[in-house]
């Protein structure tokens, strides 16, 4: 059974940083993708970030510049590193494994920016 869990959110402050990271753990095989997304009550879950297996990335407007995926395939792990944060980043981020056996979540991680 394949678990992916998230961490590093919290509270931070306007123009402030964090990094969020998700582990997979089980039998996971042949990752095509990680995906960070994010959403708040009432509204569509929202792609942020997008890093293939072979290491292209793409980034939602709102985020360019500010945001980095990265990862590490050997731990099976992804990351999101959030620069310059804005109030408008408040969400709780989720954190997906596209796989070619199937397409998997984590539980979620808040994020609130905030002064």
């Known amino acids: 059974q394949v678990q992916l869990v998230e961490s590093g959110g919290g509270l931070v402050q306007p123009g402030g940083s964090l990094r969020l990271s998700c582990a997979a753990s089980?039998?996971?095989?042949?990752?095509?993708?990680m995906k960070w997304y994010r959403q708040n009550p009432g509204k569509e879950r929202e792609l942020v970030a997008h890093i293939a297996s072979g290491g292209s990335t793409d980034y939602a407007d709102s985020v360019k510049g500010r945001f980095t995926i990265s990862s590490d395939n050997a731990k099976n792990t992804v990351y999101l590193q959030m620069n310059s944060l804005k109030s408008e980043d408040t969400a709780v981020y989720f954190c997906?494994?596209?796989?070619?056996?199937?397409?998997?979540w984590g539980q979620g991680t808040q994020v609130t920016v905030s002064s």
């Open positions: 997906n494994f596209y796989t070619a056996r199937g397409n998997y």
């Open positions: 089980g039998s996971i095989f042949a990752v095509r993708a």
